[in-house]
T-cell receptor, first 116, second 114 residues
């Protein structure tokens, strides 16, 4: 079945450092890919998405490119801030045929801690 | 604020009991999803409703059931509760129950089974 694998955390960075969180997926169809963020004590918020190969999603300085050849959707940010400290989830949603229900399959989440 | 409301925020109960979690989707959203977040299983999809009808089912236990009412709010019923059911339960809604559409998540209901 479809699955998502994220790099294990926690990831600890200093403010203004470069961030990469790796995400790879397995899907039989044509998934849409997402990054969600969960701040402490809150629900999930959509950070960015990409719906087809070579699409780049971006928001608040974060970027991720849908790479079909490597089945990856790595999250990057050029300069992290303390306020970026949160748990980041990579997810997919299968768009093919009867699987096109919108249900999200999540990776295990990566905790990011940014120190001043 | 995502516009999705969930009640109660916290629920503490005993093994063997039954509880009901409630979700109100964003205005205009027809689809509701339920997810379970636990330390050992991570975030897992449970079930989806679209305009009152069940559309997709995930790893939802037979002890769990859900429904979506004509006003589009949804309830998740958990019965014969076990310690392992302790988790954060999220509801999400989207305008259309298809892939690629943004899902808005509620703040969650934290269930503790003692």
């Amino acid at each position: 079945g479809d699955s998502v694998t994220q790099m294990e955390g926690p990831v600890t960075l200093s403010e203004e450092a470069f961030l990469t969180i790796n995400c790879t997926y397995t899907a039989t169809g044509y998934p849409s890919l997402f990054w969600y963020v969960q701040y402490p004590g809150e629900g999930l918020q959509l950070l960015l998405k990409a719906t087809k190969a070579d699409d780049k999603g971006s928001n608040k300085g974060f970027e991720a490119t849908y790479r079909k050849e490597t089945t990856s959707f790595h999250l990057e940010k050029g300069s992290v801030q303390v306020s970026d400290s949160a748990v980041y989830f990579c997810a997919l949603s299968d768009r093919s045929g009867s699987s096109n229900t919108g249900k999200l399959i999540f990776g295990q989440g990566t905790t990011l801690q940014v120190k001043p | 604020d995502s516009g999705v409301t969930q009640t109660p925020k916290h629920l503490i109960t005993a093994t063997g009991q039954r509880v009901t979690l409630r979700c109100s989707p964003r205005s205009g959203d027809l689809s509701v999803y339920w997810y379970q977040q636990s330390l050992d299983q991570g975030l897992q999809f449970l079930i989806q409703y679209y305009n009152g009808e069940e559309r997709a089912k995930g790893n939802i236990l037979e002890r769990f059931s859900a429904q979506q009412f004509p006003d589009l709010h949804s309830e998740l019923n958990l019965s014969s509760l076990e310690l392992g059911d302790s988790a954060l339960y999220f509801c999400a809604s989207s305008v259309d129950g298809l892939a690629g559409f943004k899902q808005f998540f509620g703040p969650g209901t934290r269930l503790t089974v003692l």
